[in-house]
């Protein structure tokens, strides 16, 4: 339990720098002809600093609840799978397992990742721009039912699938490394 507050915690801080890069990421993706940093002053310029922020609400509540089933699901197949094998599982078998709940934990949250990508690309001032979560799920609801809600959960799912597999692989064959390193030492 602990373990998912400091994690928990750790994205509301993360999100203090993931969020400015991805508004102005997703405003230079709709936008092509502008360049990064006119992006940027503008933004600044038309909205202030609450520009940079605009979906920063949206994206914990994406991250928090994303992780709260990528990180039990991934050690609950580590531990079915070392169960069928009778032994723990080797880190690419523990990176199959993140490719698995990073993708399961995707797809289950993309109707967040929808509302927080309305939000941070709204128009500034309109009502979508206020960042409420639940009217800009209900918004695409009313215009585009379930399908709108799931726009983009084959990419997303892919996409953190493959980060899973590296990131959750790399995680577990440090650790076990670590772990080795601290056995030696004296």
Not at 47 to 75: C, M, N
Not at 146 to 167: C, D, K, Y
Not at 173 to 179: E, I, K, N, Q, V
Request: charged share 15%; proline share 3%; glycine share 10%.
């Amino acid at each position: 339990m602990k373990h998912m507050l400091a994690a928990s915690a750790g994205e509301v801080v993360a999100c203090l720098i993931r969020v400015p890069s991805e508004v102005v990421k997703q405003r230079a993706q709709v936008s092509a002809s502008t360049r990064t940093f006119q992006i940027f002053s503008n933004i600044l310029y038309e909205e202030g600093i609450q520009g940079l922020y605009r979906g920063y609400k949206s994206t914990v509540l994406r991250e928090i609840p994303f992780s709260l089933v990528q990180f039990p699901l991934w050690e609950s197949l580590k531990a079915l799978w070392s169960w069928r094998q009778d032994h723990v599982v080797d880190s690419w078998q523990s990176a199959v397992c993140g490719a698995f709940a990073g993708g399961f934990a995707a797809a289950v949250t993309t109707p967040l990742d929808v509302a927080k990508t309305r939000i941070m690309l709204a128009k500034a001032g309109s009502s979508t721009a206020n960042g409420n979560v639940l009217s800009a799920l209900h918004g695409v609801w009313q215009s585009q039912g379930l399908a709108g809600l799931f726009a983009g959960v084959f990419p997303r799912m892919a996409a953190i699938s493959l980060g899973g597999f590296i990131f959750l692989g790399a995680y577990d064959h440090t650790h076990r490394l670590l772990l080795e390193v601290g056995r030696k030492s004296p």
